[in-house]
């Protein structure tokens, strides 16, 4: 069954683009939610485990955090409760329709929910056409809506949740093992040295100067890339994602939209270096070797 979708989807590329188009957008409308519940949920079970570990009654939490997860309650709007009709739920369309407002209060949606849906379907696309109908256009998939998730938590919250980069980790050298992207050795030699290269510069700068410049999930995440590109791409996304933040950081300093003191979360920029590692960091090495 599989080999005939393929086949339909290689005979018709067009169907093949719209489809994942189709799926790329709304999987952003739910990267939206994960991106939004997750850190509650997260909080609301450290919370509970902290009351535990000290013997103190369990914290008390409102219906809404008490039951919420990635599947309910269903989506609702934040200042009214007004519950969100299917019609309502359509990516990018509905934001459109709706002129940005909640249609029970008036009250402004975020553009960041659109602008999710439009990123997570274009990379999808991006992705589709790099590796054509194919499992590798399936696991990058996979792999793409899983970074553009981290990227979202970690730019509102500065967290990068294990429960999302270890399994990400493991998929890595799970693929490995049919050389999807590289071989085992490969990947598993990357997430080791993805681990320890972060690590060891967390240490040294901890050592300089006292502080911590860096946090581990940053660590799992570089060890998860390794683990899918191979270790030979470590120095491309390393090379990559600093001086993407390095720019970033500078920018948002000279418009103020930052402090000089304030944390700036590196997980966006692995996780952009590492997609384009994935996708086209054999033409990268090559053009650069070219040039050299």
């Not at 409760?81 to 975020?110: D, M, T």
């Not at 399936?138 to 990068?160: E, P, S, V």
């Not at 003191?261 to 996708?279: H, R, S």
């Amino acid at each position: 069954m599989f080999e005939n979708i393929i086949a339909v989807f290689q005979s018709s590329p067009w169907l093949f683009y719209s489809t994942v188009l189709f799926f790329g957008l709304s999987v952003g409308s739910f990267l939206n939610v994960v991106a939004y519940r997750l850190p509650l949920m997260m909080e609301r079970d450290w919370k509970t485990e902290c009351h535990e570990f000290l013997e103190l009654p369990s914290p008390k939490l409102d219906d809404y955090h008490a039951s919420i997860n990635l599947a309910t309650p269903a989506s609702a709007c934040p200042d009214c409760g007004h519950k969100l009709h299917f019609w309502e739920n359509i990516p990018v369309i509905s934001y459109l329709f709706l002129k940005a407002r909640c249609s029970s209060c008036g009250s402004k949606i975020s553009l960041q929910y659109p602008l999710v849906e439009l990123i997570t379907g274009i990379a999808s696309v991006a992705v589709a056409y790099t590796f054509g109908a194919s499992l590798q256009t399936l696991a990058a998939l996979l792999f793409t809506w899983i970074l553009i998730a981290l990227t979202l938590i970690d730019l509102k919250k500065q967290l990068l949740p294990d429960s999302i980069t270890l399994p990400l980790l493991w998929l890595g050298v799970f693929f490995s093992f049919f050389n999807l992207y590289t071989d085992l050795k490969s990947s598993v030699i990357g997430a080791m040295a993805g681990y320890l290269i972060l690590w060891s510069v967390y240490q040294l700068f901890k050592l300089l100067t006292k502080k911590e410049g860096m946090g581990f999930g940053d660590f799992k995440l570089l060890a998860a890339l390794g683990a899918w590109a191979g270790f030979s791409y470590l120095p491309q996304i390393i090379l990559v994602s600093s001086v993407v933040g390095s720019v970033a950081g500078i920018t948002l300093l000279l418009v103020g939209k930052t402090r000089q003191q304030q944390p700036i979360p590196f997980g966006p920029y692995l996780a952009v270096a590492g997609w384009i590692a994935l996708l086209w960091g054999e033409k990268i090495n090559n053009a650069y070797l070219s040039f050299l």
